[in-house]
């Protein structure tokens, strides 16, 4: 993440969208960056599929559309920020995950908001709209939990020392996590975990992260080299020390969803407490335009 100039943020039409946008706009005043409100009205989407009376669907379609208008409206005018520019958008689908791929192939946000799932108090408990972005979402995305950060935050940059096949997705990671914690006054970690306590190159994993962070301005107090299970351990490290937010990397070739964040499985996201941020690795305006270019894709990602 070189720059943030746009943010892309997915309302769900919940009380914690005030929550959602809140933070939104404080990235967005960090980095002088305007805002995308949007949502998708799946909802009525789905009765106005089944609906009989065909001769009346456009015209409640096009009530839905101004519905979900107003409702973007109001909770922009409830977060009150003249100095930032938010701009209000939505779509009556019952394909959300095409209907969000399309936006975000209309606006080229340098990062996407979303509220993570939360159907248990807690926990993420990601749904399948959240997995299909972590896979397919050409850009950084962020997801979102009602947890307001505290006054000076706190991010943990959680990079993958034994990544084999994108080596430069740690840099990247890294790179992601300094720009944004500057830009935000933010306090910075660099965390690994290696499963084997007393492995033969161990001390050489953790000479590169201590080198890879002192590239991106943190210090070796800030470096932290766990042991044991990640999906147990990271989670348990992040609440300990009262992370805002956790920064990992995802990669665009992986397809399943085991192994879509480094080795990271789902029981990592259910248990995390703090919001979420995926680095895309090659997130790139060249690889966002192609992607734009590209609705067949989309289309094959997400499912028409």
Same mark, same amino acid.
């Given at each position: 993440?070189?720059?943030?100039?746009?943010?892309?943020?997915?309302?769900?039409?919940?009380?914690?969208?005030?929550?959602?946008?809140?933070?939104?706009?404080?990235?967005?005043?960090?980095?002088?960056?305007?805002?995308?409100?949007?949502?998708?009205?799946?909802?009525?989407?789905?009765?106005?599929?089944?609906?009989?009376?065909?001769?009346?669907?456009?015209?409640?379609?096009?009530?839905?559309?101004?519905?979900?208008?107003?409702?973007?409206?109001?909770?922009?005018?409830?977060?009150?920020?003249?100095?930032?520019?938010?701009?209000?958008?939505?779509?009556?689908?019952?394909?959300?995950?095409?209907?969000?791929?399309?936006?975000?192939?209309?606006?080229?946000?340098?990062?996407?908001?979303?509220?993570?799932?939360?159907?248990?108090?807690?926990?993420?408990?990601?749904?399948?709209?959240?997995?299909?972005?972590?896979?397919?979402?050409?850009?950084?995305?962020?997801?979102?939990?009602?947890?307001?950060?505290?006054?000076?935050?706190?991010?943990?940059?959680?990079?993958?020392?034994?990544?084999?096949?994108?080596?430069?997705?740690?840099?990247?990671?890294?790179?992601?996590?300094?720009?944004?914690?500057?830009?935000?006054?933010?306090?910075?970690?660099?965390?690994?975990?290696?499963?084997?306590?007393?492995?033969?190159?161990?001390?050489?994993?953790?000479?590169?992260?201590?080198?890879?962070?002192?590239?991106?301005?943190?210090?070796? &107090?800030?470096?932290? #080299?766990? +042991? !044991?299970?990640?999906? @147990? /351990?990271?989670?348990?490290? $992040?609440?300990?020390?009262?992370?805002?937010?956790?920064?990992?990397?995802?990669?665009?070739?992986?397809?399943?969803?085991?192994?879509?964040?480094?080795?990271?499985?789902?029981?990592?996201?259910?248990?995390?407490?703090? &919001?979420?941020?995926? #680095?895309? +690795? !090659?997130?790139?305006? @060249? /690889?966002?335009?192609?992607? $734009?270019?590209?609705?067949?894709?989309?289309?094959?990602?997400?499912?028409?």
């Amino acid at each position: 993440m070189d720059k943030l100039t746009s943010i892309l943020v997915i309302a769900d039409r919940s009380p914690a969208d005030r929550r959602l946008l809140l933070k939104a706009i404080d990235l967005a005043r960090a980095f002088r960056a305007r805002i995308e409100l949007y949502t998708c009205d799946c909802e009525h989407a789905a009765d106005l599929r089944r609906a009989y009376d065909t001769a009346g669907v456009e015209k409640e379609w096009l009530e839905c559309i101004w519905a979900g208008r107003q409702y973007l409206e109001a909770l922009r005018e409830s977060v009150p920020a003249s100095d930032v520019q938010v701009f209000v958008d939505c779509m009556c689908d019952t394909r959300v995950q095409l209907a969000i791929a399309r936006k975000i192939d209309a606006c080229h946000p340098d990062l996407v908001m979303k509220r993570a799932a939360n159907a248990h108090p807690g926990r993420f408990a990601l749904n399948s709209t959240d997995w299909d972005l972590m896979r397919a979402c050409p850009v950084n995305l962020m997801l979102v939990r009602d947890r307001p950060w505290q006054e000076r935050p706190r991010f943990a940059a959680m990079v993958d020392m034994r990544d084999p096949e994108t080596p430069s997705a740690g840099k990247e990671v890294m790179h992601a996590a300094e720009y944004l914690a500057v830009g935000c006054g933010a306090d910075l970690d660099a965390v690994y975990c290696e499963r084997e306590e007393t492995g033969p190159d161990r001390a050489t994993l953790a000479e590169r992260l201590n080198a890879l962070a002192r590239e991106h301005q943190v210090g070796s &107090d800030h470096v932290h #080299v766990l +042991s !044991g299970d990640p999906d @147990e /351990v990271l989670p348990d490290f $992040a609440s300990r020390n009262g992370y805002d937010v956790v920064v990992l990397g995802t990669l665009t070739h992986r397809k399943r969803l085991a192994t879509l964040v480094g080795k990271l499985t789902g029981r990592f996201a259910d248990a995390l407490d703090c &919001d979420l941020l995926l #680095v895309r +690795s !090659g997130s790139t305006p @060249e /690889v966002v335009a192609q992607a $734009a270019k590209t609705s067949v894709l989309w289309q094959g990602v997400f499912g028409d």
